[in-house]
């Protein structure tokens, strides 16, 4: 599903990630060859450290990998089998992810139970139809990432250490279901997914999930994509429908690309929600990214981002956060890519992080600074 020629190699970090990260099927390369691909072994392990002023206990209020208060923590263990299916002819192919670190727990799925410290990430299957020259069509299957927003599970592809507000409380982390997946022209691309819901493996009620992203890339330098979903996600109701829409867009500012910015929004609501008045409710939210290649070897990522969960549907008593019937949060963050070594990847980060209500272990604000290593085989 994600275009992750960063677990071969380090040397190109940011744009090739995040754009083929959330299913960017203009920047696929075709496989011409007759013979089946190889099947191929890759993945990645990330550890960290994280310390906060306004810390609650042990935990980090409002964050998701970085979650735990001044220790050193294995975030995960990626191992990632995977046979592409070469989009020229029909093939076909599978992708599996399986996920062993204290960020499988942050990403867990209903009805998948290894324990606390495992998952898998991803697992699906790939049936492909040539439809002419850089033209097809594929049918996937399985438990797949979500096609929302910039950043995405697997920490080694996003511009920064941590995860931002819009990816950890306004979207799903994955999918399970199937999705048709179409490259109509060399601009356009587009997918259909009919899904359990938002984090199922197993349904929790009697009902589907519609996803459908629209994806145009004008030119060798922008990305724009339009997402919406629709389904009742609340367990044992049929009715209560969760709707939404996200637009991302991408923009080289550079023809060498040592310089991208990238936008993310987010508009969505749910019947019937809403903590204070059971009525409905909705959220908005907004983050800009910008990447900047100060040496070869040395990425700044920086990245602002915000939401305000009017009613409480998103936040509300969720990793850290207290009981609440509305919050306004976001923060800014700045990181360092490094990669001067090979297969490594080190990153320091600074964060600031900034609410409508004392959040922060009874106060209205955080500081906190990390650092992360990883290192992709």
Do not use: C
């Amino acid at each position: 599903m994600k275009a992750r020629t960063w677990l071969a190699s380090s040397a190109s970090l940011i744009v090739p990630l995040v754009l083929g990260a959330q299913q960017t099927d203009s920047t696929k390369k075709t496989d011409s060859s007759a013979a089946a691909p190889p099947i191929t072994i890759s993945g990645y392990a990330t550890l960290s450290y994280t310390w906060a002023n306004n810390p609650l206990d042990t935990i980090i209020v409002g964050r998701a990998y970085d979650r735990n208060y001044n220790s050193f923590s294995l975030n995960v263990v990626n191992l990632t089998v995977e046979r592409v299916a070469p989009t020229d002819r029909v093939s076909a192919g599978f992708r599996g992810e399986l996920w062993f670190g204290q960020n499988a727990a942050v990403v867990q799925s209903i009805g998948l139970d290894f324990g606390p410290d495992a998952t898998i990430w991803q697992a699906y299957g790939v049936l492909n139809l040539p439809a002419g020259k850089d033209h097809y069509f594929q049918l996937k299957a399985g438990k797949m990432a979500t096609l929302l927003g910039v950043e995405v599970g697997e920490d080694i592809l996003n511009p920064n250490l941590s995860l931002g507000y819009q990816d950890v409380f306004l979207e799903p982390f994955t999918d399970t279901g199937i999705e048709l997946d179409a490259k109509v022209s060399s601009k356009w691309d587009a997918e259909l997914r009919v899904v359990n819901g938002w984090d199922q493996v197993t349904d929790v009620n009697l009902s589907k999930t519609i996803v459908g992203r629209l994806g145009l890339t004008p030119d060798d330098r922008t990305l724009v994509a339009l997402t919406g979903y629709f389904g009742p996600e609340q367990p044992g109701n049929n009715v209560n429908e969760r709707t939404g829409i996200d637009l991302v867009a991408s923009r080289k500012l550079d023809s060498a690309a040592t310089a991208v910015a990238f936008l993310q929004l987010d508009y969505g609501q749910e019947a019937d929600a809403a903590v204070l008045t059971g009525g409905l409710a909705s959220w908005v939210g907004a983050g800009l990214w910008l990447t900047y290649d100060v040496v070869p070897a040395a990425t700044l990522a920086l990245r602002g981002d915000y939401i305000n969960d009017r009613e409480g549907a998103r936040t509300s008593n969720v990793l850290g956060f207290p009981a609440t019937t509305g919050l306004k949060v976001g923060s800014v963050t700045a990181t360092v890519n490094i990669k001067y070594w090979n297969h490594a990847l080190l990153r320091p980060e600074i964060r600031f992080d900034r609410a409508s209500l004392p959040v922060f272990d009874s106060h209205d604000s955080q500081f906190s600074i990390g650092m992360g290593l990883s290192y992709i085989y």
